[in-house]
């Protein structure tokens, strides 16, 4: 499956970006989908996930400011950010799982190519 995720964009401090991923030439419903962020000179890390039935999961750095979103109909991924930070800033990554989920990047094979959040204050 093909991913390409857009919406980034510079944002000040306490601000909202949407982010979103749209999937081709696969089955969309099949996957457990997340993003990841990865910021300058750090390691790629988990943000928030979903499963193929809707269950969603969160990194604590974000519960309660990011919502992760999925439409098994139009094969997209949706996440809504807000109250942002300087610590949001970084490229963010949509993500495909066929198994099961899990927060380890490892187990994510099919990748975006990333969009840059940068929140400035």
């Known amino acids: 499956v093909q991913l390409q995720a857009f919406g980034g964009g510079l944002v000040r401090t306490g601000g909202s970006l949407a982010l979103s991923c749209a999937a081709s030439g696969g089955t969309f419903s099949s996957y457990v989908m997340a993003w990841f962020r990865q910021a300058p000179g750090k390691e790629r890390e988990f943000a928030a996930g979903?499963?193929?039935?809707?269950?969603?999961y969160y990194a604590d750095s974000v519960k309660g400011r990011f919502t992760i979103s999925r439409d098994n109909t139009k094969n997209s991924l949706a996440l809504q950010m807000n109250s942002l930070n300087a610590n949001d800033t970084a490229v963010y990554f949509c993500?495909?799982?066929?198994?099961?989920?899990?927060?380890?990047?490892?187990?994510?094979?099919?990748w975006g190519q990333g969009t840059l959040v940068t929140v400035s204050s």
């Open positions: 979903i499963s193929r039935s809707g269950n969603t």
């Open positions: 993500a495909a799982n066929p198994n099961y989920f899990t927060a380890s990047r490892w187990s994510y094979i099919y």
